[in-house]
């Protein structure tokens, strides 16, 4: 009976091995950049950016919410599901406004893939407008 028990869980750890073995590599992002610096832009002049990524992954790739660190930075993505190979952007709009000063903001994209939480980042400085 025990050289049955025995045979049993040999036979059953070594098809929880193979399995895991061929199981599908989750999605999951490349980007081109995860930072954009803007340098110098021109207050209430909104500018914006796309952040470029690849889904790397075997799985599709879907995006769930991408969230600013602040009302003057607007991200929109893409929303329907990327497959392995497949391109994407999140376009990301800044705009802005008050006294010229350097700015850094975030994006948070969350997401099915293996890293499910992403953070992206704009940074500049606003300078007035120039006046002719």
Do not use: R, W
């Not at 919410?65 to 991200?75: D, F, I, L």
């Amino acid at each position: 009976m025990k050289k049955i028990l025995v045979l049993f869980a040999f036979v059953m750890g070594f098809g929880v091995v193979a399995n895991a073995q061929t199981a599908a590599k989750p999605a999951e992002f490349k980007f081109e950049a995860e930072t954009h610096d803007f340098g110098k832009i021109t207050v209430n002049k909104p500018v914006t950016y796309d952040f470029k990524y690849t889904n790397v992954g075997e799985e599709p790739l879907i995006i769930t919410k991408a969230e600013a660190s602040c009302g003057c930075t607007v991200p929109k993505y893409t929303t329907v599901p990327l497959k392995k190979g497949e391109t994407g952007t999140i376009s990301v709009t800044f705009s802005a406004a008050g006294a010229p000063q350097p700015f850094t903001k975030t994006v948070t994209v969350s997401s099915n893939a293996k890293t499910p939480v992403k953070v992206l980042y704009i940074k500049g400085e606003t300078v007035a407008a120039s006046s002719k």
